[in-house]
């Protein structure tokens, strides 16, 4: 009896642990393959196309279940573009000779060649002034002009082609004042850097100006942080921060209409932590209100000037477009203590005498020249190559 219990009860007990083995183990396999979907699905795909995609895979897990997880590969930033090391500044112009030859060449051909008419009479003088006017000289700088050749030819009574040449020469040289300096100061003073504000109306090539300058900076073997505070237009922040990476400068920027100021100062601040030689500002020239642009450039001067000193306020203007660049030019320069004159896009004008005109209504000497497109047509102004390049002989 006792016997037969024994067995019956064994009997029960091999029962119920063969059942349970049998309901157990199908669920532990498919505990982790419920799981493995989750980790593998694509971010953003949608419930439905998910599901389709990574069945197959939940019935791959179910049998895989020691398999380890693939691991995550983090994506490969892009290379770094290569930094750039541009020609040095000297000579610049002499190799930009041949384009300000180009444009400026008819201007010089026409003088000479009245010049050497048979009879230089009153027609042919006032001719000259004519010319001299219409290549934006300015009416007060032709006529002395004219008049200055007029009593040199009687007096030197010949008018051989080179002597009159020599005296074409001297007498734009003359006007163009080869003695004022042209340095564009950019040295910084002890551990401070040197500060360039970069100023000038929208669309004058004010942004590829101050990037053209830091190129003339590092070829000349020094360093560079850009400030973008013409938080005006976002795209001027981008322009500069390429032509920054180009040569391997900081750019310091904000977001579109962030205070310029803030800027300029966080620039400074950069260039002097990095130990950089100057920094450039370039700033925005809405010139909606005269108050209102003097008040944004003077606060931008007085920021900066809690770091370190304003040593250039460099005015950009486009030589192409005469009268009008002229009045936007006198604003700027009753608002802010315009140090330079940096001419642009020379390269597409025959106005070459825009620079005698603007020199001697602002009395502030031209100190860069853009001739192009190109990175590196920003030349230092040299007045005799540039005398040379009108009057060159094609
Ligand atoms: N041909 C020629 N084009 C130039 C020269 N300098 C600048 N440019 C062009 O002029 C255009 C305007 O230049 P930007 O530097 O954007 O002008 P900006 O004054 O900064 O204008 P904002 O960024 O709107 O303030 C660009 O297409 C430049 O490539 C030059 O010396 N010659």
Same mark, same amino acid.
């Given at each position: 009896?006792d016997?037969?219990?024994?067995v +019956?009860?064994i009997?029960?007990v ?18 982790p393959?419920e799981?493995?979907p989750?980790v593998?699905r ?7 196309g998910?599901t389709a995609v ?13 398999e380890?997880?693939?691991?995550v590969v983090?994506?490969v930033?892009?290379?770094?573009p290569?930094?750039?090391?541009p ?7 002499v190799?930009?000779r ?9 201007f010089?051909?026409?003088l000479l060649s ?5 009879r ?8 000259i002034?004519?010319?001299?006017i219409?290549a934006d ?8 002009i004219?008049?200055?050749l007029?009593? #040199?030819?009687r007096?030197l009574?010949?008018r051989?082609?080179d002597?009159? #040449? ?8 003359a006007?163009?004042?080869p003695?004022?300096?042209?340095s564009? #100061?950019?040295?910084?003073?002890g551990d #401070?850097p040197?500060?360039?504000?970069v ?5 004058v090539?004010?942004t590829? @100006? ?5 190129r003339?900076?590092?070829?000349d073997?020094?360093s560079v942080v850009l400030?973008a505070?013409?938080t005006?237009?976002?795209a001027?922040?981008?322009q500069?921060?390429?032509w ?10 904000k977001?579109e209409?962030?205070?310029p100021?803030?800027?300029a100062?966080?620039a400074v ?7 950089a030689? @100057?920094?450039i500002?370039d700033t925005?020239g809405?010139l909606? @209100?005269?108050t ?7 606060k931008?001067?007085?920021v ?5 000193q304003v ?5 950009v ?6 009268q009008n660049?002229?009045r936007q ?9 315009v140090?330079?004159?940096v ?8 106005k070459?005498g825009i620079?005698?005109q603007?020199q001697r209504?602002?009395?502030v000497?031209?100190?860069l020249v ?6 590196d ?10 005398v040379?390049? +009108?009057?060159e002989?094609?």
């Open positions: 009896m016997y037969t219990i024994v +019956i009860v009997f029960i091999a029962l119920v642990a063969v059942g349970g083995a049998l309901l157990v183990v199908p669920r532990r396999q498919v505990g393959a799981k493995k989750e593998g694509p971010e953003g795909s949608s419930g439905e998910a990574l069945e197959p895979e939940e019935a791959e897990g179910a049998t895989a279940v020691a380890p997880e693939a691991p983090e994506p930033p892009p290379p770094a290569p930094i750039e090391m020609p040095p500044s000297a000579g610049r112009l190799r930009l041949a384009r300000l030859a180009q444009s400026q060449n008819v010089g051909r026409s009245l010049l050497a008419s048979d230089l009479d009153e027609d042919t003088w006032e001719e002034e004519e010319i001299l219409t000289v300015g009416v007060t700088s032709a006529t002395q004219t008049e200055g007029r009593t #040199r030819v007096v009574g010949t051989d082609a002597e009159v #040449r020599k005296l074409l020469r001297s007498e734009l040289l006007h163009i004042n003695d004022l300096d042209r564009v #100061r950019t040295e910084p003073h #401070r040197a500060v360039v504000m100023v000038g109306v929208n669309g090539g004010k590829t @100006t101050a990037g053209k300058l830091a003339v900076i590092v070829g073997g020094g400030g505070a013409d005006f237009r976002a001027a922040a981008e500069l921060q390429t920054g990476e180009r040569v391997g400068a900081s750019v310091v920027r977001e209409g962030a205070d100021a803030s800027v100062f966080d601040t950069r260039g002097i932590e990095e130990g030689g @100057t920094v500002v925005a809405r909606h @209100t005269k209102g642009l003097m008040d944004e450039l003077g931008v001067k007085r900066v000037e809690k770091k370190s040593d250039e306020v460099l005015l203007l486009d030589a192409t477009t005469g660049g002229l030019a006198r604003v700027f320069a009753e608002v802010v203590n140090t330079g004159i001419l642009t896009k020379m390269d597409g004008t025959a070459g620079i005698i603007v209504e602002l009395g000497p031209v100190k853009g001739l192009g497109e190109g990175p047509d920003l030349a230092p102004f040299d007045p005799e190559a540039f040379d390049a +009108i009057l002989t094609p």
